[in-house]
């Protein structure tokens, strides 16, 4: 039996790559997006649903179960991006990027359980970044987020055991995607005390997306986990770097990551 598979945010970037890569595997794919008339060519139904707003949750997971019978798979991908002097952010902005990184995936997960729970079976991966293992500057709310939801899915997995439903943490590094278009920046205003120091942050930020590698791998490491047995709780999936970036922070005294990461950034 092909296993039914929901991705949110699976219009575009890794989440487009995750869908496309299982759909040729023989899954049965569903992906989600505000605006799914304008992927109307994509390889798998895009369905509507904006993980920012429970009700179109409820509604996209319930036409998935009640059209397929079950729900194997949930990949909480949609997420955004948000840059800027932590002082000079909005609070509006803030509150909005907690609610798509998140709030989203709690009320994604929230809502598949009792399904997963009535079958005996399921997997949740949760999408998060190698920026939320540690603070980055400019991006602080990010990491915030996104490190947020990687505590979030160690509570959870244990919570989930007696089910049978297993849940873990995917952390991309730097890859090739429209994230930068879509994210929140905080202007680089010139009467900012953070402007010199903002500004090339930003551009070094965007040279890494724009440099990044292949969204392929990030498919082929969702799909080697949905193989797999019993996941871990967390993979980090990315160059050799930012992998061993995280590896550096346990080890190090936290004043010399920090300098490290000051002088990788030039600040």
Same mark, same amino acid.
């Not at 498919?219 to 019993?230: D, F, G, M, P, R």
């Not at 004043?255 to 002088?263: F, G, V």
């Given at each position: 039996m092909s296993k039914v598979v929901l991705i949110t945010g699976g219009s575009s970037g890794i989440g487009k790559s995750i869908g496309e890569f299982l759909n040729e595997k023989g899954y049965i794919v569903y992906g989600t997006s505000r605006n799914p008339e304008n992927y109307k060519a994509n390889k798998f139904p895009i369905l509507a649903l904006d993980v920012a707003k429970e009700a179109t949750i409820l509604e996209t997971t319930n036409a998935i179960i009640n059209k397929e019978g079950r729900l194997d798979v949930v990949i909480?991908? =949609?997420?955004?991006?948000?840059?800027?002097?932590?002082?000079?952010?909005?609070?509006?902005?803030?509150?909005?990027? @907690?609610? &798509? %990184?998140?709030?989203g995936p709690i009320n994604v997960i929230k809502a598949v359980l009792p399904q997963m729970r009535k079958q005996q079976s399921g997997l949740i991966i949760n999408i998060t970044s190698i920026a939320g293992y540690m603070g980055l500057p400019y991006r602080g709310v990010y990491s915030a987020s996104k490190g947020?939801?990687?505590?979030?899915?160690? =509570?959870?997995?244990?919570?989930?055991?007696?089910?049978?439903?297993?849940?873990?943490?995917?952390?991309?590094?730097? @890859?090739? &995607? %429209?994230?930068a278009a879509g994210r929140y920046h905080a202007p680089c205003l010139k009467n900012s005390p953070y402007h010199k120091s903002y500004s090339k942050t930003l551009d070094l930020?965007?040279?890494?997306?724009?440099?990044?590698?292949?969204?392929?791998?990030?498919?082929?490491?969702?799909?080697?986990?949905?193989?797999?047995?019993?996941?871990?709780?967390?993979y980090k999936v990315g160059e050799f770097l930012q992998k061993f970036s995280v590896v550096l922070k346990r080890i190090l005294p936290d004043?010399?990551?920090?300098?490290?990461?000051?002088?990788h950034y030039k600040l």
């Open positions: 909480n991908n =949609a997420g955004a991006g948000i840059t800027g002097p932590i002082e000079e952010i909005p609070n509006e902005e803030i509150k909005n990027n @907690f609610d &798509t %990184n998140f709030f947020a939801l990687e505590l979030l899915t160690e =509570a959870f997995r244990m919570e989930l055991k007696g089910f049978n439903i297993k849940m873990t943490n995917v952390a991309p590094g730097d @890859f090739a &995607t %429209n994230i930020m965007n040279a890494h997306v724009d440099n990044g590698s292949n969204p392929n791998i990030m498919a082929q490491a969702v799909y080697k986990i949905i193989n797999t047995n019993n996941p871990k709780a967390h004043k010399l990551y920090e300098k490290m990461l000051m002088n």
